[in-house]
């Protein structure tokens, strides 16, 4: 599926940076619920409230990405938690590293590779 919007968001254990495609513009937040809440609104006034253009997509980092995906699971927003190496592959050879521009180079992947990159739904609790 096409979507209009891709956000890309780089996840750590205390602080996730969110980077909108389309608007160029970049934002941390608290990887926690209230952070999550304050991302949701920042999206919301820049892209207004399509969620269903909306694709954010960020890597599978176990504990520290789990809180955020059912979060949006919660939200019915659509979600893509990636293999940190399948977006490093998919950069090639690439020199310094911060928050901020992983934000960025996810969210290219993301819109990149919109044909390969599917919507992730966690498994039921049971």
């Known amino acids: 599926m096409l979507y209009e919007n891709y956000v890309g968001i780089d996840v750590s254990k205390l602080s996730i940076d969110a980077f909108i495609r389309e608007s160029r513009i970049h ?4 990887n926690e619920e209230s952070g999550f809440k304050q991302l949701i609104q920042w999206i919301k006034k820049h892209i207004g409230e399509t969620w269903e253009s909306l694709l954010i997509c960020f890597e599978h980092t176990g504990l520290y990405s789990l809180s955020l995906a059912l979060f949006l699971e919660r939200e019915h927003i659509a979600y ?3 293999p940190a190496l399948d977006i490093k592959r998919s950069l090639g050879i690439t ?3 911060n928050d901020q521009i992983d ?5 290219e992947f993301a819109y990149r590779f919109n044909d390969r990159v599917m919507p992730t739904s966690l498994p039921a609790k049971d």
């Open 27 to 30: 934002r941390q937040f608290r």
């Open 80 to 82: 893509a938690m990636v």
């Open 95 to 97: 020199r310094g590293k």
């Open 103 to 107: 934000a960025k180079r996810i969210a």
